[in-house]
């Protein structure tokens, strides 16, 4: 029987290729910013001129077909020009006769395969690039047809290695066998690219994904420990059926980029990912600039004609893509053009842009003379070279247009705007009209209550709540809530300055304020500047400039109307994003109600030339039950169809779902934090990377900060409040493990980043030694403080007015169930701060001058300062009436809070008050109060027509300066009285001869033997032992104090109940402290190692079968956690302390400054790298 032949491509098959080349022609003609900057760059033809040197970026790019010819074809022609680098296809195409080898080949290309033997078909083959210009080596660490290793060695002797591999999905032949031998694989290359189809769901990758798979986890630690990070687009569906399982992971030092490429479809049901590897594996050559006053201007245009004449004519009515495709195809005949009618400059050594002929000719007079005099003068040359170009360059400057990213949407042109960077005197200008004009609009309510956006204590994060809690509360009415996002097109650049003008007059807006916003608005200009050419001037007739502190707010007052449309309080705005509610019994009736407002919406914006994006217009229904509606109702007018999408809504950067548990909130960002929090760790080892308080610095604000954000709007808490039916309060949980064990993690992995220690360390330790809480911990004291936040709003903000109506309902027993009701009614009585109290105009006492004012310390001790107190005491007039004043807090466990003040007048004591202010004050409150009863008091003696002045004498630092200003703090209504005090002390009775003097504060070192300041304390500590007063208001400093104890507590008896023995041998206690993260990265690695115990010591090898590592040190003795206090050879017992054994160990390893000690000590006599050396094997 005759041996059948391979098949060859058929005319059909030819005519396919043909057709998918034309169909890559089309979609590579879209504009997409970043892949044809890359791809015009690696494939033009002077770039492919340069020597390989000059190359850095390396291609990889993993395509995905099922074993047909047809498929494998398409993934070359579509690759056409082929990538610079690699191409790992899983299960590429196979002749049925595998005897014979047979596969796709490709010119270009040399292929590698993981099998000698093809007895069973080869699942993957790579594909690598012949003439990439450095050495190609093929490893075999596993035997494996699902797996390929393959070296790239650089001239410079660096290995890289990209890992192809097809995971079988667990119902198939060897299911799930590459993933078992990969965590069989000993030694893992440090420098490496992992990719291809893996068939597993995990959250870190596809967050959306209801359960993971089998092995997925167990993956996802191994891809850890080995500092594999991921660098696919989370959440992105690379099969055709939605899900996320091609992935491409990164180790080393490199950075990469990687994204779908819907240009090289290969009719595969897996999507192709494309990935760019900085990889200089070459030294780098500058490509050479093309010099403009070279250009040969004839050439120039015989060849732009001819490039001219090959791009087709654009439609009578072009689409955006026919208009994207002409744009790049002129784009190209320029560059080409430009490329071959100019020069480019020779290599040579760099000269400065102010280099001139003086300097030329100051530079060859002093190589002749070479005298102090010619050196003297070529200075002075260059100073005046540098001074004229850099004049001019300023003088020649007033807007600098940076084109910036604002999105990570790529493909759309929109993402890239220019950013007016002004003055720096025009922007202060700006920001100081801003301001009052946000003062304004709040005190007048120009602007409705629910648009926020730059106006001062409302964040985007007040609105998700407030919409929250009202989804909540109408869901707690067995009501339906369908909520409707749309987003204004263009923003600032939609403003029409006369309609802006017109609408400041409707407002009642001062003409002087109209007329500059008009001027600020109208006679704008921009110019293009690209490859040190700067195009002509162009004028702008619409938008406020992108980056101008007022632009913000003059956008929120032009859409203002949009917010008083039909119901107000179903509205909301931030900048522009905007947000419509509709309750009631049924979604179709919501539907409806949100179809008018949006009718009215959009025929408003018609008016005022204001469109809306369709794109970023979602809809999506809340409503209780367990089954997902299969009928859906949707909105349609005009142009505008909206309907409910599968999966969250995203607004204002909170994921809502159908039910409100904001579980794929948690996830998706729970995956970017995991991603960060990975990256930072693989910069740091046990003894070498970023400093421990750095990291935790780094970790706190760019990681935590991010899985943390909007927790305000969706963290429950762990259990809520109920009563049965017997009316008995009883818990109920909120479902929520699954959010801490994704929060959790994220948290552990940046204690492990900002920590040397072994990964074996007992998750405690590690909270306790990075000084990080637990996520339950900490998101209870975020929610709590923003909780206290509403008591420092104005009466205007939306979570104001919701948590009064809160308090009002509390007392009629009908407080709405809902997260953020629960977190109002848990606060005490508290008072509450007006920020819009005094305008921003008005004139303010700078600190330095309250400091002068009060005397403060300015760097005196507290010694010399009441040395100075007492000469200047002595010499005020005896008939000027003084007060001491003191505030003191009982160290008991009630921590109650008490004032005093003295009076005395001619030397004599004429009033003494002790008062208390119960547990809900602090001592700063306490002070001022202490302050202003003292000056009340004194304004009611008949003596005070004798007086000129009113000294009012306190040792509180803080309170002194605050004293005679107006304050937005704790306690605005006592420093609003000494304000009025002021005013009446100017207009008391007095004596003919007495002037009207003014009330003055002078600050007195504390507890130094000045006797009216003693006597004050006396009377402040004798009020904390006073009864309570009836029904104390808490100041908003006690309630903030309140919340962060109860998560000290939290803390400390967390730490507590799972502190390792160890630990509590050394009798370590909860503390706060973060002085030990200054410490070195390796000497903290040995003092954390002593403490936890898990370091180079014998006990642990022997416990993890380390056989070959050194359990004994060079003095004979085993190595133990104690063993450096004993060893003979360091001597530390006698360097360090000469305590006994059982004061000294527990002192050097918990005090601070015998930690500072132990730390000085090791780090002097090398004792873990010398006299103990530590062992580097596996960890």
């Known amino acids: 029987m005759a041996t059948p032949s ?15 080349l034309n169909k890559v022609n089309d979609a590579q003609s879209i504009f997409n910013p970043v892949t044809q900057l890359l791809d015009t760059y690696l494939g033009s033809e002077e770039v492919r001129a340069l020597p390989p040197s000059s190359r850095k ?6 395509l995905e077909f099922k074993a047909t010819i047809e498929q494998h074809f398409d993934a070359f022609v579509t690759g056409h020009p082929p990538p610079r680098g690699a191409t790992t296809p899983p299960e590429p195409y196979i002749y049925k006769d595998t005897s014979r080898k047979i596969t796709k080949t490709h010119p270009f290309y040399e292929i590698f395969t993981p099998l000698d033997d093809w007895k069973e078909n080869p699942r993957v083959l790579t594909y690598i690039r012949k003439e990439i210009g450095i050495q190609i080596n093929q490893i075999r660490p596993i035997i494996s047809r699902d797996l390929i290793f393959i070296q790239l060695i650089s001239t410079n002797n660096t290995i890289f290695t990209i890992i192809n591999i097809y995971n079988a999905p667990t119902q198939c032949t060897d299911g799930n066998q590459a993933i078992k031998a990969l965590f069989e694989l000993q030694n893992f290359p440090n420098n490496a690219i992992l990719l291809g189809d893996f068939n597993l769901h995990h959250p870190n990758w596809n967050p959306l994904h209801p359960s993971p798979s089998t092995l997925a986890e167990p993956f996802v630690e191994w891809s850890n420990s080995r500092n594999l990070h991921l660098i696919s687009p989370i959440g992105t569906p690379t099969h055709s059926k939605g899900n996320v ?26 999507s192709t990912l494309k990935t760019y590897l900085h990889w200089n594996y070459r030294s780098q050559k500058p490509a050479k600039k093309l010099k403009l006053n070279t250009l040969n201007e004839t050439l120039f245009k015989d060849l732009l004609e001819t490039n001219l004449t090959n791009i087709a004519a654009i439609p009578r009515t072009p689409s955006l893509r026919d208009l994207d495709q002409a744009a790049s195809s002129l784009t190209q005949a320029l560059t080409k053009a430009y490329t071959g009618s100019a020069r480019r400059s020779i290599n040579g050594p760099l000269q400065q842009p102010w280099w001139n002929k003086d300097c030329i000719k100051a530079v060859y007079k002093h190589r002749i003379t070479n005298t102090p005099t010619s050196k003297r003068s070529l200075r002075k040359t260059v100073r005046k070279a540098k001074h004229t170009f850099y004049i001019t360059k ?5 807007d600098i247009n940076d084109p910036r990213l604002t999105t990570s949407h790529y493909t759309n042109p929109r993402s890239y705007r220019p950013i007016a960077l002004l003055s720096v005197l025009g922007k202060g200008l700006e920001r100081l009209i801003a301001k009052k004009v946000s003062w304004l609009a709040l005190n007048y309510q120009v602007l409705a209550n629910q648009q926020l956006g730059a106006l001062p204590l409302r964040s985007s994060v007040d609105l998700t709540t407030c919409v929250t809690h009202d989804i909540e509360a109408s869901l707690k009415q067995g009501l339906k809530t369908t909520l409707l996002t749309m987003d204004v097109k263009g923003a600032f650049d939609a403003v029409l300055p006369g309609r802006l003008v017109n609408r400041l007059r409707e407002q009642g807006w001062p003409n002087n304020l109209v007329r500059w916003v008009q001027s600020f608005a109208t006679n704008r200009s921009i110019k293009i500047r690209l490859d040190g050419e700067t195009g002509p001037e162009t004028k702008l007739e619409c938008g406020l400039p992108q980056g101008s502190p007022i632009s913000p707010i003059l956008f929120m007052l032009y859409i203002a109307p949009l917010f008083w449309m039909g119901k107000p309080q179903s509205r909301f705005g931030y900048a522009d994003d905007i947000a419509i509610l509709a309750t009631s019994n049924s979604l179709q009736t919501n539907c409806d109600s949100l179809k008018m407002d949006m009718q009215e919406t959009l025929e408003w914006g018609k008016t005022e030339g204001i469109t809306f994006d369709p794109k970023k217009s979602e809809l999506i229904h809340f409503y209780k039950g367990h089954r997902t509606l299969t009928d859906t109702p949707a909105i349609h007018t005009g142009s505008m169809n909206i309907e409910v999408k599968p999966g969250p809504l995203k607004w204002l950067g909170v994921h809502f779902d159908r039910k409100l548990c904001f579980k794929p909130h948690v996830q998706i960002l729970a995956a970017k934090a995991l991603k960060g ?3 930072l760790r693989s910069l740091s080892n046990t003894h070498r990377g970023i400093p421990p308080y750095l990291t935790r610095k780094v970790a706190e604000a760019c990681i935590l900060k991010k899985c943390y954000f909007a927790s305000e709007t969706w963290w429950p808490g762990r259990t809520r409040t109920k009563k049965n039916a017997l009316n008995n309060p009883i818990s109920i949980s909120n479902v929520v493990d699954s959010h801490l064990s994704l929060l959790n993690k994220v948290v552990i992995t940046c204690t492990r980043a900002i920590l040397p220690v072994y990964k074996t360390t007992n998750t405690a330790v590690l909270y306790e030694e990075a000084k990080l809480r637990p996520s339950e911990i900490e998101l209870n004291l975020i929610s709590q403080l923003y909780a206290a936040r509403t008591t420092r709003l104005d009466l205007y903000h939306p979570l104001r007015i919701r948590a009064e109506n809160i308090t009002k309902a509390r007392e009629y027993n009908r407080t709405p169930d809902t997260r953020f009701a629960r977190l109002i009614t848990a606060l005490p009585e508290t008072e509450h701060i007006n920020p819009l109290a005094f305008p921003p105009w008005e004139i303010r006492e700078s600190r330095a001058e309250a400091e002068a004012r009060i005397n403060g310390p300015m760097g005196r001790t507290k010694a010399q300062a009441a040395e100075d107190f007492k000469a200047f005491h002595a010499k005020i007039p005896r008939s000027d009436i003084q007060i001491f004043s003191d505030g003191s807090k009982s160290e008991s466990k009630d921590g109650a809070t008490g004032g005093g003040f003295v009076i005395s007048q001619f030397d004599i004591q004429i009033a003494h008050h002790s008062f208390s202010l119960g547990t809900n004050a602090e001592v700063f409150d306490a002070e001022a109060t202490a302050a202003v009863a003292g000056a009340a008091k004194a304004l009611t003696l008949a003596s005070t027509k004798l007086a000129t002045d009113l000294w009012i004498f306190l040792d509180n630092h803080e309170a002194a300066l605050r004293l005679g200003s107006h304050f937005n703090g704790s306690s605005q209504r006592v420093f609003e009285d000494f304000l009025k005090l002021t005013q009446a002390w100017a207009v008391r009775p007095r004596l003919p001869h007495t002037s009207p003097g003014k009330i003055r504060v002078r600050w007195v070192p504390g507890h130094l033997d000045i006797p009216g300041n003693e006597i004050a304390d006396k009377a402040a500590k004798e009020g904390t032992k006073l009864p309570f007063p009836l029904n104390p208001i808490c100041t908003l400093a006690s309630l903030k104090r309140m919340i962060r104890t109860r998560a000290n507590k939290a803390d400390e008896q967390l730490w507590n109940t799972v502190s390792p023995q160890y630990y509590k041998d050394l009798q370590f206690n909860h503390t706060s402290n973060t002085d030990t993260l200054s410490l070195k990265r390796a000497t903290l690695h040995h003092i954390l190692a002593i403490r936890s115990q898990h370091g180079d010591f014998a006990a642990y090898h022997e416990r993890f079968n380390h056989t070959t590592a050194h359990v004994h040190c060079s003095c004979g003795k085993r190595k133990t956690p104690l063993h450096f206090f004993f060893c003979k050879k360091g001597k530390a017992f006698k360097a360090l302390t000469k305590s006994p054994p059982s ?3 527990p002192w050097l390893l918990r005090n601070p400054t015998g930690i500072a000690k132990l730390a000085e000590w090791l780090e002097y006599t090398k004792f873990y790298t010398k006299i103990c050396p530590w062992h580097t094997g596996a960890r």
Do not use: R
């Open 6 to 20: 391979p098949p060859n491509l058929s005319k059909t098959l030819s005519d396919k290729a043909s057709n998918l």
């Open 1143 to 1145: 004061e000294a160990i």
């Open 245 to 270: 399982l091609d992935l491409t992971f990164l180790s080393g030092p490199y950075t990469a980029y990687t994204a779908l490429a819907e240009q090289l479809e290969c009719t595969s049901d897996h």
């Open 57 to 62: 970026l390396l291609t990889s790019l993993c």
């Open 677 to 679: 929090a990975n990256a």
């Open 394 to 398: 300023v003088d020649k400057v007033e």
